[in-house]
C-alpha cells in the first residue's frame, strides 16, 4: 500500500517536473545576433525579405521559442556571442575562434578571385601565374594559403563592404583581382557592381556556412534548436529554400 501511494506520488511528481520544464523552455527568449552577408542576409531591406531570415523562422517556430533579433557588425557580433549577450549568431564562418557550432551547416561557400570583366584570367587550377598579381583580401579574414605561397601580394581590405570595395579598386586599376568568400556574394542583384567583374573558385576548398552558439547558452535549448534544425534540413535544405 505504501510502496503504491509512492509510486503515485513520484508520477505525479515527474509529471510535475516535465511540465515546468516544457513551460521554462516555451518561455525562453531566444537572442539572435545577425550579420550581413548579401544576399542571404541584407539589412538594406526588411528582414522579412532575406531568404536566410524567412528559413531561420521556420527553424524556430519548431522550437516554440520566443525569439529576439539583433542587427551587428562582424566584429561585435563576435563579442556579444562570447559574453552571453545574445544566445546564437549567423551566418557564422570563423572557425578558428572556437565558438560551438549546430553541426548542420546552413549552406556552403566556395571562395575564389574576382577580376574586372576584360582582364579576366581563368587561372586558378594554374598557380604558377598568381605570381605578382596584387590581390585585394579582407582584412582580418582567412585566406587560401596557396596564394602567397606561389609569390601573388596581398592587399587587406577594410571596412564593412569589402565586397564593392574590392570591386573598386579593381576597377580602377589598383588591384588586378579581389579575393571573395563565395560567388554569390558578388553575383547578385542586389550588387549593382556585380556585372563589372568576373570571377574563378577555388573548386575543391568548399566551407560551411553556420549558426554559432554562445558559451553560456544552455545545453537543452542548443539540443532543442539543433534538432529543429536537422529537422528542417531534412524537409527542404536552406540552399535548395534560397533557389525557390
Same mark, same amino acid.
Given at each position: ?7 503515485? $506520488? ?7 517536473? =516535465? ?12 537572442? !539572435?545576433?545577425?550579420?550581413? @552577408? ?7 531591406? #526588411?528582414? *522579412? ?5 524567412? @528559413?531561420?523562422?521556420? !527553424?524556430?517556430?519548431?522550437?516554440? $521559442? ?30 578558428? +575562434? ?6 548542420? %551547416? ?11 570583366? #576584360?582582364?579576366?584570367? %581563368? ?21 587560401? %594559403?596557396? $596564394? ?15 565586397? *564593392? ?19 554569390? +556574394?558578388? @553575383?547578385?542583384?542586389? *550588387?549593382?557592381?556585380?556585372?563589372? !567583374? ?16 554562445? %558559451?553560456?547558452?544552455? *545545453?537543452?535549448?542548443?539540443? $532543442?534548436?539543433?534538432? =529543429?534544425?536537422?529537422?528542417?534540413? =531534412? ?10
Amino acid at each position: 500500500m505504501y510502496k503504491s501511494i509512492q509510486l503515485k $506520488l513520484s508520477i505525479k511528481l515527474a509529471l510535475i517536473l =516535465a511540465c515546468c520544464s516544457t513551460f521554462l523552455v516555451e518561455a525562453t527568449t531566444l537572442n !539572435v545576433g545577425l550579420v550581413e @552577408y548579401p544576399p542571404h542576409l541584407s539589412f538594406k531591406e #526588411e528582414l *522579412n525579405k532575406s531568404k536566410l531570415y524567412q @528559413y531561420l523562422n521556420k !527553424v524556430i517556430n519548431k522550437t516554440k $521559442l520566443k525569439v529576439k533579433f539583433h542587427k551587428y557588425s562582424n566584429k561585435r557580433a563576435k563579442f556579444e556571442l562570447n559574453k552571453g549577450n545574445i544566445d546564437i549568431l549567423l551566418p557564422y564562418e570563423d572557425t578558428a +575562434q572556437n565558438f560551438k557550432l549546430f553541426s548542420t %551547416p546552413l549552406f556552403h561557400s566556395v571562395p575564389g578571385l574576382c577580376f574586372k570583366k #576584360e582582364k579576366f584570367i %581563368p587561372i586558378l587550377s594554374a598557380t604558377h601565374l598568381f605570381k605578382g598579381l596584387i590581390v585585394g583580401v579582407p582584412a582580418g579574414k582567412p585566406v587560401l %594559403p596557396i $596564394l602567397a605561397e606561389k609569390g601573388a601580394h596581398l592587399v587587406a581590405i577594410e571596412g564593412a563592404d569589402i565586397i *564593392n570595395r574590392g570591386i573598386d579598386l579593381t576597377q580602377r586599376g589598383r588591384l588586378d583581382a579581389f579575393y571573395h568568400p563565395s560567388p554569390i +556574394q558578388v @553575383y547578385h542583384n542586389s *550588387n549593382p557592381q556585380y556585372k563589372e !567583374v568576373a570571377c574563378s573558385y577555388f573548386y575543391g576548398h568548399s566551407s560551411g556556412v553556420y549558426m554559432a552558439a554562445s %558559451p553560456n547558452l544552455n *545545453n537543452e535549448t542548443f539540443k $532543442l534548436i539543433e534538432k =529543429a534544425l536537422k529537422e528542417s534540413m =531534412a524537409e527542404i535544405s536552406y540552399e535548395f529554400f534560397y533557389t525557390q
